[in-house]
């Protein structure tokens, strides 16, 4: 199954969202928060404002026969958009060469109010494994055009597949100078991981500032949030230069939230946060290049989602932040196995997936680490609960499936760390008999951070890294990691960037590559720069300006 979402667990729900799709008009639109409202009248498009395309064009999910299409009509981004209250309907075309002279489908959406006049296009009846071109119109403005690929066949015998995936950017700590190097990359397609936005109060010391005078926690709060990151140019260009497969970790919403709880509830009651929640999630969708499935509907967005390329590679997406109890505040705690990360239905659903997936390589997009992740060097160990370091019995569990022999090739890409870590993956990352079942590579940050202190970094963690033989590389610089894979092995490169202080004018580097052979679990570090190149690029440079970051990783 090229692209499969569980079973809808709502019929109603689910048709609720097919009537909220800003697609169909009828007299009467359903919102994600189950409120009625009249439907406006399309308007003449001809009056609509200049600049409708400030924040650019998007596709993703792709399948062997289509890719969602998006953009979002938003003339004024950061003050809720810019648009009439008016439906506007957005041309769409789909083709082989980017002059467009060979259109293969094109069709009319309609960009709606409720929705901050997003458009997202579910393109079908394309050819598998192709590179088209896409752009919209609306009124007299076309949009910028942008590249996508589809899917190889579900059966294809596919050679190989080359993916980058990042995470965490910051607006705040850093320019996303990673991706100005990543849009120049080949990739099939790039997985976004999470923290796409920071819901941080905006800050005069740091090195550019968020919109706004605080957190946001209205639906027009967080679209002008979303809007400030969509108007960088370097974001623009990765989304228009390749499909993403997106998740949200936490800080799309509240940092460290866990299902209904926020972070700080004895600020935000629980019919606040759900509001929160509600008015976020639709924010999200708004903004991203997800499938009408993934509409929120009430306080529920479904993105746990499995995407196939031929007979290689299967990637199940997973979401660690909807269905998971509560941080614990001990390591009794922590034990408890009633705990679970990922809700019951999604851990049967990844099993179940991961089991009959039929490809060669299993990659779990997942936002915070699996790796035991001991923060303090000698007998003591202080570990961050917001991990699956938190959820040890459930994480024990899908290690020991992993080692079963029932699925082919685990490996786990994450983010929320903020550094590069490559890890095997154990059952009991205590017990040194416990075999290795699998690998995870846990990218560092796009620009959350900011500029790393390099030289503090390695004195802190490389003690901890003398008693954590799982670990076999970690680093702080900033970048993200591209993956080529073929049935024979994956091979994962670590990009850092010379600096994330500075807007242009900034150099990329292989820093670091990662080996993992077929049916041989466990990572080999098969070249990284010497350490004394390690420390300095991408370090603070002495004497250049330093600035504050939010990045809400411990200190060390
Ligand atoms: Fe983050």
Same mark, same amino acid.
């Given at each position: ?16 969202a097919?009537?909220?799709a ?16 009249a ?14 395309f ?7 999910d ?8 998006w953009?979002?009509l ?7 958009g ?5 439906l ?13 002279r ?6 009319v ?6 929705f ?10 394309l ?16 949009s ?10 579900v059966?294809?015998?596919l ?16 320019y ?7 849009a ?10 999470g ?10 010391? *740091?090195?550019?500032?968020h ?23 370097n ?18 919403i ?25 008015a976020?999630?639709?924010a ?15 306080l529920d967005?479904q ?5 196939r390329?031929?007979?290689l ?6 979401? *660690?932040r909807?269905?998971r ?16 990360m ?25 936002q ?8 303090r ?8 609960f ?13 290690l ?18 903020h ?11 205590d ?12 990218g ?54 010379s ?47 330093r600035?504050?970051?939010d ?6």
């Amino acid at each position: 199954m090229p692209f499969e979402y569980p079973q809808p667990r709502r019929r109603f729900l689910a048709k609720a969202a097919v009537a909220t799709a800003g697609m169909a008009i009828g007299p009467v639109l359903i919102g994600p928060d189950g409120v009625s409202r009249a439907v406006p009248v399309p308007g003449n498009t001809s009056s609509l404002p200049s600049g409708l395309f400030t924040l650019g064009v998007a596709s993703g999910d792709p399948l062997p026969d289509g890719v969602v299409l998006w953009t979002r009509l938003a003339p004024d981004p950061l003050n809720g958009g810019g648009m009439p209250n008016q439906l506007v309907p957005v041309q769409w075309e789909v083709a082989e060469d980017d002059r467009f002279r060979r259109v293969v489908r094109r069709g009319v959406a309609t960009a709606h109010p409720g929705f901050g006049h997003s458009v997202h296009v579910d393109v079908r009846g394309l050819r598998p494994d192709r590179v088209y071109y896409y752009r919209f119109r609306a009124g007299r403005e076309i949009s910028p055009v942008g590249r996508t690929r589809t899917a190889p066949a579900v059966n294809a015998r596919l050679n190989r597949l080359r993916f980058a995936f990042a995470s965490c950017h910051n607006w705040q700590d850093g320019y996303y100078t990673a991706y100005h190097h990543m849009a120049a990359e080949d990739l099939d397609f790039v997985a976004f991981l999470g923290d796409y936005i920071y819901e941080s109060v905006p800050r005069t010391t *740091t090195v550019r500032t968020h919109e706004g005078t605080g957190e946001p926690y209205t639906l027009v709060e967080y679209r002008n949030r979303h809007a400030q990151y969509k108007t960088d140019p370097n974001l623009q260009a990765v989304h228009a230069a390749f499909p993403w497969i997106v998740t949200l970790d936490d800080h799309e919403i509240d940092n460290n939230w866990a299902d209904e709880i926020p972070q700080d509830p004895d600020q935000q009651s629980p019919e606040a946060f759900r509001a929160r929640r509600i008015a976020a999630f639709q924010a999200y969708y708004e903004h991203m290049p997800l499938r009408r499935e993934s509409m929120p509907v009430g306080l529920d967005m479904q993105l746990y989602r499995r995407l196939r390329f031929g007979n290689l590679a299967t990637v199940h997406v997973l979401d *660690t932040r909807q269905y998971r109890s509560d941080q614990p505040t001990t390591l009794e705690e922590a034990m408890d196995p009633s705990r679970t990360m990922t809700g019951d239905e999604q851990e049967a659903w990844l099993l179940a997936g991961l089991e009959r997936s039929g490809t060669r390589w299993n990659f779990l997009a997942n936002q915070v680490m699996w790796a035991q992740n001991d923060r303090r060097a000698g007998p003591e160990q202080v570990f961050d609960f917001d991990n699956w370091d938190g959820y040890r019995v459930q994480r024990r569990r899908l290690l020991e499936f992993f080692g079963s022999g029932r699925t082919s090739n685990p490996v786990v890409i994450t983010g929320d760390r903020h550094c590069t870590w490559a890890s095997d993956l154990k059952p009991d990352f205590d017990d040194p008999h416990s075999p290795v079942v699998g690998v995870e590579i846990t990218g560092t940050s796009i620009s959350s951070g900011g500029d790393s202190d390099t030289v503090a970094f390695h004195n802190t963690y490389d003690p901890i890294m003398a008693e954590s033989p799982h670990w076999k590389y970690i680093d702080n610089r900033r970048g993200y990691i591209v993956c080529d894979v073929t049935p024979q092995r994956m091979l994962s490169s670590l990009r850092v960037v010379s600096t994330v202080w500075q807007p242009t004018d900034t150099t990329v580097a292989t820093a670091a590559e990662f080996l993992v052979e077929a049916d041989r679990p466990g990572v080999t570090v098969v070249s990284q720069q010497p350490s004394s190149q390690a420390r300095s690029f991408g370090a603070r440079p002495p004497g250049e300006p330093r600035y504050d970051v939010d990045d809400d990783q411990p200190q060390f």
